[in-house]
């Protein structure tokens, strides 16, 4: 698995014959692009064609964020693995809409089931929360015998209403409450976390995808139209509960991230460098990290399961075999 480089201070990054250069004001470093998978910006970075048609060539995607943190935009090389057949199959799977059902139905499921699990990790550690994993259950169970994405969609939310509500309960700190779920702007630190975490796996999961035969602009949850992507949204449903809401009650919980992290800014609240730098750094650790796959027999990465995920979706395409979301058991 190639690397993740991260870039947070303001400098030029370029070419050096056949590898990366990274100049700021304490020096110059160079970067190995043969093991480089991705470059995520979050300071003010100059660069030139040269350098993109390098990233071209190496196969390396870049990710840009804004001052506040967030996801602005990608440099997406020419795909190496897009096929005529699969992009054929995706639109077919998105036109017909029993097959488009099949795919959304199941995505969502994925993501209920892990918010279940999530909820059920908790309920073994003490957290007062079984009333409303009954709520969820019933949704889930609702869901299953629902018709149509929008009310598939209407379930979903619900469900992710009451997983919400026992945010409170599960982080046990008065600095950090929920109160309510808000995004652009997010306008409490819980909020900030959230939304921060969200869009760092939206580019983990087009990462992903990159390196399948997928296309990342043909989506069965979120809707295809004019956005450039939305496949990368559909996976990053089914993961964002095991991994960047458990590295929040963790990072909480371990009081590496508190309120001094935060400050109020134009766009509501947002996160100090440090904050930034250090969920990052744990979510990278979570990232590689390794858990046992029954299906496979070996242990895989949490990123690993991301690309897994993707292939599976690319077997039902084919009509190889029925899509199953992933669901943690842990």
Known sequence: MRKTVYLFSDGELSRKDDTLAFKTAEGRRFIPVEDTGEIMIYGEVNFNKRLLE??????????????????????????????????????????????????????????????????????????????????????????????????????????????????????????????????????????????????????????????????PRIGYLHTTNFRRFSLNLDLAEIFKPVIIDRLIFSLLGRKMISAKDFEQASQGIMMKERAKKTFIAELDAKLKATINHRAIGRPVSYRRLIRLEAYKLEKHLMGEKDYKAFVAQW
Request: charged share 25%.
């Open 54 to 215: 390098l990233l071209t060539k190496k196969e390396i995607i870049l990710h840009y964020f804004n001052y506040y943190g967030y996801y602005a935009g990608s440099f997406y090389p020419r795909e190496h693995l897009n096929s005529g057949y699969m992009i054929l199959k995706q639109s077919e799977h998105y036109l017909d809409e029993t097959k488009r059902y099949r795919i959304a139905s199941e995505l969502l499921a994925g993501a209920g089931k892990n918010i279940r699990q999530v909820m059920k990790y908790y309920i073994s550690r003490g957290k007062p929360l079984e009333e409303s994993l009954k709520s969820i259950e019933k949704l889930l169970d609702a869901m299953s015998a629902s018709n149509g994405i929008p009310a598939l969609m209407a379930l979903e939310g619900k469900i992710r209403d009451y997983y919400y509500q026992v945010f409170d309960d599960i982080i046990g700190n008065e600095g950090f409450t929920f109160d309510k779920r808000t995004r652009r702007p997010p306008q409490n630190m819980l909020n900030t976390l959230i939304s921060f975490g969200n869009s760092f796996m939206y580019t983990i999961c087009l990462s992903e995808i990159y390196n399948t035969h997928l296309d």
